[in-house]
């Protein structure tokens, strides 16, 4: 209960002290007191009835504020305390979005329609007035994150930070200071070896490099005169390959695959060179491991984990039954799901200084393998609750049975951006409901014809010395 104001001194009566007031006439008085009560009841019903994690209601902030919201007093009451003196859009601080891109928000390099409305539902376009903070989780890669962004801004019409991205290639940054030496692979041209520079490895060798040293590494691929200006003269007889990186979709199958075994079935990465025992080569990790995606056409087309696959089942068959172990990054690898979050909490705070994790992450994708699969094994050993959506715009085809079950499916990006703000909204509302104080069988209030002595009674009365809660002692 806040506190009361000292209350003006009245004249005694004869029969007592009188009645003390403070706040105006008596009518006032009475719904300070009911306020007071209201309030306080509320505070005691939070405090012993907060709902668990999974239940707790989603709630709204300032975009520019941390402050935590304010409860509600009352159902028409708003859940959040607006910025003084300005009027600043709502950020949603209980949830949050991930999207994949291909087949999600993108297709053939084409923004799926629903995707730009979806945007801007994010965005403030809502009946609620409420932005959704959201990021993008893509198993593609082959370029910077930055030129991702601006691609992805052009298609979608919004602009996005690269803060907010995630390629399939981004958490191999954080081994830049555990390989000197590595060998990049994939991509159009030099920019793999540009992206994989710009995360802190030192030494980047790309197949470009390999060839011009030895054209009869590949017997079947030659460099384009732009191949050979751009790919770096050196000699590779003192040379040990560290680590091989598969950035992205390679461009020269086979070359690629050629050079992936030799080095696989090398003396510890020293190109030209053949172990005896095969089990000596550097490791290979992989950006990603889906096997196919969804392009232009109208078919899905392969992809990397295709390669993967080709690459230890190659390996497999020249080595007599040796076993080649590779490593993947990207969905559905729960290290990549492990940065997602890490990024998140970075977005969340920098952009709309929240500093509590989301109760609820909502994650759309296309490919059950990988969106699906990844985003359900996540959930089991998350904090929070990462709730998986299938569209039916991508690799999934309705009418089929997905490997691995979505907590829903939906058709569009769009449906499952409306999908995920309803059922918050819904969880709020109900939550809100359930806690809200319910004050019945209340006493009316009545100046009836009594004097003075029946209102005094009627009254716990504030002395002059000391401020103490206002009471009622109402008898029928």
Known sequence: MSSLQQPPAFPESPEGP??????????????????DLSRKLLLEDSQTDTPSVSETAPSLSPAASATPSTPELGGEESPFTPAEGDEQPLVADSFAFAFDIDGVLVRGGRAIPEAIQAMKVLNGENKYGIRVPYIFLTNG????????????????????????????????????????????VGGEGEKCRTVAQS???????????????????????????????NSKERDFSNV?????????????????????IDLAMSKGGRIGTLSETFDEGPPIYFSHNDVVWSAAHENVRLGMGALRGIVEYTFKEVTKGKTLHTHAFGKPQIGTFE????????????????????????????TPESDIRGTNVFNERA????????????VYQEGTEPTY?????????????????EREMQRRNASRTSRKPRLVNMPRLSLADGGKEATTKSLGILDHNEERALQLDITS
């Open 18 to 35: 009188s009645p003390c007031f403070h706040r105006g006439s008596f009518t006032n008085e009475i719904e300070t007191a009911r306020t």
């Open 141 to 184: 890669g082959g370029k910077s994150e930055a030129e991702r962004c601006g691609d992805l801004s052009r298609q979608l019409q919004v602009d996005i930070s690269p803060a907010q991205f995630i390629c399939g290639h981004t958490p191999m940054s954080e081994m830049a200071t555990k390989y000197n030496t590595v060998l990049v």
């Open 199 to 229: 995360y802190g490895f030192q030494d980047v060798v790309t197949p470009g490099d390999i060839i011009k040293a030895n054209s009869a590494t590949t017997p079947f691929r030659k460099l384009t005169p732009e191949e050979l200006k």
């Open 240 to 260: 040990v390959i560290e680590a091989i990186f598969v950035f992205a979709d390679s461009r020269d199958w086979a070359g690629d695959l050629q050079i992936i």
């Open 339 to 366: 940065f997602a979050t890490r990024l998140l909490k970075r977005w969340r705070k920098n952009e709309h200084r929240l500093n509590a994790p989301p109760n609820t992450v909502y994650f759309v994708g296309d």
């Open 383 to 394: 904090e929070n609750d990462w709730y998986s959506i299938l569209v039916k715009t991508g």
């Open 405 to 421: 079950k979505p907590r829903v499916t939906v058709d569009t990006v769009l449906d499952a951006v409306h999908h995920g703000i």
